[in-house]
């Protein structure tokens, strides 16, 4: 059975920062990219950032330079680091873990809270 396993979030003061963490297990196929989506209240989910197997990152554009996305292959577990955190980065974020068995197959953590306030 897969999981996902997110940690990392909290409260922080604007110009904080946090790191979030989501460890990946029971996934028996090679991973093909891990990331980070968030979903604010009212709003869709967006993607934050992302890094395939190989190491290419994908950020928004509206979160380059403060945030910044890695991962640790052998224990199927990926970072993301915050900086400098507005209140509109308050939001549920979420882990995704995406492999492609000859088919893509996304799967999603149960989020964590983020929020940005002072």
């Known amino acids: 059975q897969v999981q996902l396993v997110e940690s990392g979030g909290g409260l922080v003061q604007p110009g904080g920062s946090l790191r979030l963490s989501c460890a990946a297990s029971?996934?028996?196929?090679?991973?093909?990219?891990m990331g980070w989506y968030r979903q604010a209240p009212g709003k869709q989910r967006e993607l934050v950032a992302s890094i395939r197997s190989g190491g290419f990152t994908n950020y928004a554009d509206s979160l380059k330079g403060r945030f910044t996305i890695s991962r640790d292959g052998a224990k199927n577990t990926v970072y993301l680091q915050m900086n400098s955190l507005k209140p509109e980065d308050t939001a549920v974020y979420y882990c995704n873990v995406n492999v492609y068995p000859g088919y893509s197959i996304d799967y999603w953590g149960r989020g964590i809270q983020v929020t940005v306030s002072s």
């Open positions: 029971g996934i028996i196929v090679s991973i093909n990219a």
